[in-house]
T-cell receptor, first 115, second 112 residues
Framework: DAGITQSPRHKVTETGTPVTLRCHQT?????MYWYRQDPGHGLRLIHY???????DKGEVSDGYSVSRSKTEDFLLTLESATSSQTSVYFC??????????????FGPGTRLTVL | TQLLEQSPQFLSIQEGENLTVYCNSS?????LQWYRQEPGEGPVLLVT?????EVKKLKRLTFQFGDARKDSSLHITAAQPGDTGLYLC????????????FGQGTILTVHP
């Protein structure tokens, strides 16, 4: 199994509070991704990183920001959580040489509930 | 409108039955992937298909990429309870960085 951990694994918070989710990898992979998973939507890309300090927006980036100060860590921040951000969040990593068919390895997920 | 349409969304069958899951699009792709996700875990890659008409087999699972590279199917022969899970198709969403776009998924339940 790829060495990917996510913390916390579960979190309950209140609307309007800031929340930071952490993804940590031990594989030294260049590319990292944050997805959210909701019923009927599969997984949707929030933000991704293609190197230290290099990040870009995905399909559903509104209300989220990310940071990557080290190769191994990719942080996802909800500046002011809303109930619509209740979801399961997955981090993924990839060696991705820019080819379409690279494998992504997923972490175990963080279940976030915003009350 | 979803880039990838998976069908059916839900499938509940008895052990030993065969089943097929479909992943369709109006777009052409250079490759397509299938992932399987068990409850409480992240998705795990099953297969990548890259050539139109390609067929790949993984034990009781058969994957096919359409000739026009717009669709794919996953066929499971003699399903077992251990096949229970969420099956997702995915394509690269762009020309670089390995970003993936997923279908909505098919939830498969195999009853003993």
């Amino acid at each position: 199994d790829a060495g990917i951990t996510q913390s916390p694994r579960h979190k309950v918070t209140e609307t309007g509070t800031p929340v930071t989710l952490r993804c940590h990898q031990t594989e030294n992979h260049r590319y990292m991704y944050w997805y959210r998973q909701d019923p009927g939507h599969g997984l949707r890309l929030i933000h991704y990183s293609y190197g230290v300090k290099d990040t870009d927006k995905g399909e559903v980036s509104d209300g989220y920001s990310v940071s990557r100060s080290k190769t191994e860590d990719f942080l996802l921040t909800l500046e002011s959580a809303t109930s619509s951000q209740t979801s399961v969040y997955f981090c993924a990593i990839s060696e991705s040489r820019g080819l379409a068919a690279d494998t992504q390895y997923f972490g175990p997920g963080t279940r976030l509930t915003v009350l | 409108t979803q880039l990838l349409e998976q069908s059916p969304q839900f499938l509940s069958i008895q052990e030993g039955e065969n089943l097929t899951v479909y992943c369709n699009s109006s777009s052409v792709f250079s490759s397509l992937q299938w992932y399987r996700q068990e409850p409480g875990e992240g998705p795990v890659l099953l297969v990548t298909v890259v050539t139109g008409g390609e067929v790949k087999k993984l034990k009781r699972l058969t994957f096919q990429f359409g000739d026009a590279r717009k669709d794919s199917s996953l066929h499971i022969t003699a399903a077992q309870p251990g096949d229970t899970g969420l099956y997702l198709c995915a394509v690269a969403g762009g020309t670089s960085y390995g970003k993936l776009t997923f279908g909505q998924g098919t939830i498969l339940t195999v009853h003993p």
